[in-house]
């Protein structure tokens, strides 16, 4: 199959709460295979710019295509998860009395219902593709426990994971490390590091410390506008970027 060049590209997107603008024309595009930041102050549009992406809030102009052929803006919720996008929320998912492993096996037949979630025999093939989800993670070792037990940081690996049985082309994350020690913070950056081998992923996200260690590349979003995007370096050497974020 050809693979894609552009994985996401967003053209004069504008999301409007009344008369207020969240974001206003904001225009960019992502390659496949990219481990891409999304930073900005407070309000800057950067949380309404994924729920754009995932179907959760309406785009009023613009078009955003993803794979080079589906406009976002277009489709339902469910649509997208199905067209591959996937996304973490901030807000836990897991269910704290089934095992890990149930946790990842049940993420793996979200699509399906209840019953059939209860029914349907898990295969060979699938009972493996969880096992490889679970190394992925960090959580072989603790695959029969109840999710309840884990840490703050292997439960956030564990929705991770859960998001990924998905087997999502883009991965939307909303500060994956927050509340996390700093143990914890330099683990979730390495899985970053493998899971973009599997997927193009989007970081919301506030450390600017992780940022430099971790980011591709960056874009800054102020005002529900691009204000640049690039490299690290490129991005802090942006004397706009400087202002937005010392307030000049
Ligand atoms: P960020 O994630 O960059 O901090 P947000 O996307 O959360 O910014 O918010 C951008 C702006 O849109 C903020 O001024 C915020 O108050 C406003 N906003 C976000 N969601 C809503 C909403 N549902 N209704 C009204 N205003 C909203």
Known sequence: QLRKQN????????????????INHFSFSIPRGELHFLIGPNGAGKTTFLDVLCGKTKASEGEVIFQEEHDLTTLKEFEIVRKGIGRKFQAPSIFPNLT??????????QDKRIWSILLAKTTVEQKQDIEAQLELIGLSNLKDVQARILSHGQKQWLEIGMVMMQKPDLLLLDEPIAGMTEEEEEKTGELLLKLKQKCTIIVVEHDMDFVRKFAERVTVMHEGRLLCNGSMAEVQANERVMEVYLGR
């Open 7 to 22: 994985v996401l590209q967003c053209k004069d997107v504008v999301v409007s709460f009344g008369g207020f603008r969240a």
């Open 100 to 109: 890990v492993y149930e946790n990842l096996e049940i993420a793996m037949k």
